[in-house]
């Protein structure tokens, strides 16, 4: 190897190198360092955050689903009520039914009674008018004529039928 | 590494590995004269001597500097292009163009520069008067003849290398840097391919390496060396103007790197740091020992740095001129297909081996900032 003068190359490889590095630093390495770590970090956040949103979308769907089973879980509910309800209320009137039913029955019943007695009373009371005006005529009769009076109670008795 | 199986891409492989292949076959024989084998029968041995190809020479002056580009010899004629050189001398700075030593390597040919005379010895240029008194060693061993030479600060092939890798590097990135400005999306185009490299020197190197909390700080010059020295062994494995040049295999430039990261990881020392060296946990008696030897360690760290990429590179660069060179050993060019295979094997190995050095001497730099700056527990 010919080794030529030191002083040359190792002046030179210092000026140059000294020179470039700066230039280098200034116009190239930092504006690149920069860029490249500027970029990583918005790659970093757009994965963060589209984790972010996966999550999210995973909680909203199951927020979806648990609404939708609760949703559905008050439809049954508002059905079983309804139904219920409409079963208490079909009962309820049927019973009222009955009740109001009886009851008519049975005022119906003390109607009749109430009607029979009055009827009873009136006849008795007719019974007694007609004895008493029976007995009266035939008073009158026996006073004037026995025999006829005798017959007259007979008559009298014969067209009254007792019920 | 980095290339995908893309067809395009691999073709650029192909054609980038293949280059040496053809290459380096013009500066080969244009150094070696054809040996005349007349010459030779007629014992003429010293004109023998000096024709005779020598594969030495030849690697040495291609892994070595040089204050020209060599391109292609036509006619015998080398075609050139010429560097400026610029000489601190006696009489102040001088800058002339490499042209005028006229492809002199010997030290006969005289230049005269406002009346003073210059020689150039393999590639090291030496005021002639002072020149002949030298030893043949003292010639050999001339860059480091400090009295008999000028200081040389000339643009040599390395140096117009550096440069040119250096605006290369600053325009793609700062490319890069601009195109964020335009696309806030994901990087396309050339960001697309030179970002993934950015963030691999951020997460496979620096913050494994020195933390998340320090490692920001270290970021610009760990991508500036891994890109420097990536993109000059790539430029020193492409054998033709106006690349060529061995930059990252050769000991000064490794030497200027490795201590800059030297300086950077002791002035990142904390207090731990340098009261390890310092004051060892080990019995006061130890100290005489364990402090030196605490301080080569510090030493030793950088100087492996420095003989790993320079030690790679050139065995790589030796390796590729040799096998080009079994051709011209044998004297045949039957040789020429298996040492072309050869060759393509190794360019594709140091294809790999310049991504590979480039991240090893980055790594590395992490690893000792990283050990410099760690917050330890008190044992």
Request: glycine residues 4%.
């Amino acid at each position: 190897m010919n080794l030529t003068a030191p002083e040359s190359l190792i002046f030179w490889t210092t000026i140059i190198f000294f020179v470039f590095f700066l230039l280098l630093r200034k116009f190239a390495w930092k504006p690149i360092l920069g860029a490249v770590k500027g970029r990583e970090e918005s790659i970093n956040n757009a994965l963060a955050s589209a984790e972010a949103a996966r999550l999210e979308m995973q909680n909203l769907t199951a927020d979806n689903e648990r609404i939708l089973q609760e949703a559905r879980i008050e439809r049954d509910a508002l059905l079983k009520e309804a139904r219920d309800m409409r079963d208490k209320m079909i009962a309820d009137s049927k019973k009222e039914a009955q009740v109001q039913g009886e009851r008519l029955i049975s005022q119906a019943k003390a109607a009749i009674e109430a009607e029979k007695n009055a009827a009873m009373a009136e006849l008795k009371t007719q019974v007694s008018t007609l004895s008493l005006n029976i007995a009266e005529k035939l008073l009158k009769d026996e006073l004037s004529n026995k025999e006829a009076q005798t017959k007259l109670v007979e008559k009298m008795l014969g067209d009254v039928k007792l019920n | 590494m980095v290339f995908s199986n893309k067809p395009v891409q691999f073709l650029l492989v192909a054609l980038v590995a293949s280059i040496p292949y053809f290459g380096f076959a013009n500066p080969g024989v244009d150094s070696i004269p054809v040996v005349n084998e007349a010459v030779a029968e007629h014992g003429v041995q010293v004109a023998h001597e000096e024709k005779e190809f020598n594969a030495t020479d030849l690697i040495n002056s291609h892994i070595g500097d040089s204050h020209e580009f060599h391109i292609a010899d036509i006619g015998g004629h080398p075609i050139s292009f010429y560097l400026p050189v610029i000489l601190w001398t006696n009489n102040g700075l001088e800058v002339f163009s490499a042209e005028q030593f006229h492809h002199d390597n010997s030290g006969e040919h005289v230049v005269s520069i406002n009346g003073q005379r210059l020689v150039r010895y393999n590639e090291v240029i030496f005021y002639a008067d002072k020149f002949e008194n030298l030893t043949e060693d003292q010639r050999k061993n001339g860059a480091f003849e400090f009295d008999a030479r000028p200081l040389d600060f000339s643009i040599t092939k390395n140096v117009f290398s550096m440069m040119m890798s250096a605006i290369v590097l600053f325009l793609l990135f700062f490319a890069v840097a601009r195109s964020y400005n335009k696309n806030q999306l994901a990087p396309k185009g050339i960001a697309g391919f030179l970002e993934p490299l950015v963030v691999f020197v951020r997460d496979e190197i620096a913050i494994p390496n020195i933390g998340t909390k320090q490692y920001a700080k270290y970021m610009p010059y760990l991508l500036t060396i891994f890109f420097f020295i990536w993109i000059n062994n790539l430029i020193g494995l492409i054998p033709f103007f106006p690349f060529s040049s061995n930059l990252t295999g050769n000991i000064y430039f490794t030497f200027v790197l490795a201590l800059i990261t030297f300086l950077v990881t002791s002035f990142s020392g904390n207090k731990d740091y340098w009261k390890h060296i310092l004051t060892p946990p080990v019995p006061k008696a130890l100290y005489p020992i364990m402090i030196p030897v605490e301080i080569i360690g510090i030493l030793t760290k950088p100087f492996a740095l420095m003989i790993r990429l320079f030690a790679n590179i050139t065995a790589g660069h030796i390796i590729i001129l040799s096998l080009i060179s079994l051709i011209f050993i044998f004297e045949t060019a039957w040789v020429s297909p298996i040492s072309g295979a050869f060759v393509l094997f190794m360019s594709v190995l140091e294809m790999l081996v310049a991504a590979l050095q480039a991240y090893v001497f980055t790594l590395l730099s992490a690893l000792f900032i990283g050990q410099a700056v760690a917050e330890h527990d008190h044992h």
